[in-house]
C-alpha cells in the first residue's frame, strides 16, 4: 500500500473535489510516518471544523492506520482566498 | 463592585491553586482503571468523558508529555488558566488507547471532550484557540478563561 505524499494529495484532490492541496511528509521530524495536509474544498463550506477534519479523515481511512501522526487544514475556498491576501 | 470582585475571588479559590503560576498540583490526571467491560469498552469511556467538564485523552501526562500534539493540549489549556481537567494517560494503557479511537472514530491522539463531547485533536483545539472559540466554548461550561483576564488588565492598563 502506497503511502507517499503524491499518493494522499490525489486522493484528497479528487475525493474532496478539492480546489486546491498541499501534502507535507513530515516523517523526518517524527519518529514514525507523518503527514501534514492542508485541504481548500466547497465541500467544507458551513461544516464545523470537526465534519471537515471528519470527512478527510474517512477520505484517508485505510492510509490513517498505517500513519502514525497527521496534522490537517481545512479551510473553504472563501477562507483560503482570504488567507493569501493577507 | 465588591459583589463582582467577591465572586472572581470565589472563582479562583473555586480553582484552588490562584491565578498565577501557583500550584503545582494541576489537572487531574486520572487511571482509567478496571470495571465491568474493560478500560477499552464503550460504555467505561462514555461514563469517562461526561464524569468531568473538560476531559483530554494525552500521549503522556500534563507534568510529562510524550508527545508534542499532546502537549500543545495541555499548553493550550494552560494558557485558558484550565487547571482542574481530567488527562487519562493511553500510553499505561493499550486497551484504553484503541478504545477511545473506535469511541470517537477518530484515529489518533490527543482528544479533547468538552462537556461530555468530542470536540476534536489538537489542530481543532489550536484553531478554537486562535479564533475564540474556546473562550466561548469555556464560557458555556461556567470555565472563565485566564485570557479574558488578561486582556481586562490590558484594556485598564
Redesign the interface.
Known sequence: MELSAEYLWEKLQRDLEAEHVEVEDTTPHRCASSFRVLVVSAKFEGKP??QR??LV?TCL?EE??HIH?????TLTPEQWTRKQQK | MSGSLGRVAAALLRWGRGAGGGGLRGPGVRAAGSGGGGSGSAEQLDALVKKDKVVVFLKGTPEQPQCGFSNAVVQILRLHGVRDYAAYNVLDDPQLRQGIKDYSNWPTIPQVYLDGEFVGGCDILLQMHQNGDLVEELKKLGIRSALLDEKKDQDSK
Request: charged fraction near 25%; proline fraction near 0%; charge should be positive.
Open positions: 471544523l470537526l477534519h471528519r479523515n481511512a490513517l492506520l501522526a497527521f496534522e490537517q487544514k
